[in-house]
Structure formats: structure tokens, C-alpha cells
């Protein structure tokens, strides 16, 4: 048997918000969005990449949902490689980006690594990679 991870799939409450947050700050790309009126939601598909080469995050949304959905304690983070962390992080906090955690040494380790929140509260993970190229 072979299988391919597709994508990561998170509820949202404002999906303009969350798309400005993974599209400007972050630099993916919004691969295809589609309105399901039937069901009353909309899918937005965000990556880096095609999705039949990458990994992406699908952004559900919901159209009645009243209220911010609460963090699920099952959820950890997404993750993504940046090169500088420090210029990413000054970056993102200048763009008004939260910062949850200052890019440092993770705890009983050297990997220099940060973590940022998306507008529902979703955190991310930044790892310093130094392949990693802009």
C-alpha cells in the first residue's frame, strides 16, 4: 500500500480573514475556493504548491456558524520551514501578526523554532531551516 498526506483541513470563522492570513502573511497560494449553497459552506484549498505535488490546507467555513469554534485539545500546529526566523517573526509582528512564542532554541534542543496564531486562534509553527530558500 502507498499513500500521499493531501491536505490538513481546519474549520474557520472568517474566511476573508483567513485567507489574507495564509495567502499575505504566510505566501501561499489560494489554489481553488467553492461554495457548496446546499450545504452552506464554502472549501478554500491553500499550499504552496499543486496540490498534486504538495500538501495544503483546506479552510472550511461554515456560513451559519454564530460564534469562533473552539480549539480542539486533539489539534497541535501546522508546521512550516523558514529560513530567518528573527526577520520572518520581526516581519509578521510589523503585519500584526501575534506572536505566541519567540523565536528561540526549543527546549531541550537546538532547532530554533517560533509560534505564530492565524485570525481563529490556529497555531503555527515556524522551524529555521537553512535550505530553506524565499
Not at 40 to 54: N, P, S
Not at 110 to 134: C, M, N, W
Request: proline share 4%.
Amino acid at each position: 500500500m502507498s499513500f500521499q498526506f493531501l491536505h490538513t483541513m481546519i474549520r474557520v470563522f472568517d474566511l476573508e480573514k483567513s485567507l489574507d492570513f495564509y495567502t499575505r502573511h504566510l505566501g501561499m497560494t489560494l489554489l481553488r475556493k467553492q461554495d457548496y449553497p446546499d450545504g452552506r459552506f464554502t472549501l478554500a484549498f491553500v499550499g504552496y504548491g499543486e496540490e498534486k505535488d504538495h500538501t495544503v490546507i483546506e479552510l472550511t467555513h461554515n456560513w451559519d456558524q454564530a460564534e469562533p469554534y473552539a480549539i480542539g485539545s486533539g489539534f497541535g500546529h501546522l508546521a512550516l520551514g523558514v529560513a530567518d526566523i528573527y526577520a520572518t517573526c520581526d516581519g509578521l509582528r510589523a503585519d500584526g501578526v501575534k506572536i505566541i512564542r519567540e523565536p528561540g532554541p526549543m527546549k531541550h534542543g537546538k532547532t530554533v523554532i517560533a509560534f505564530i496564531e492565524d485570525p481563529d486562534g490556529y497555531k503555527v509553527e515556524l522551524i529555521e531551516r537553512a535550505s530553506q530558500h524565499d
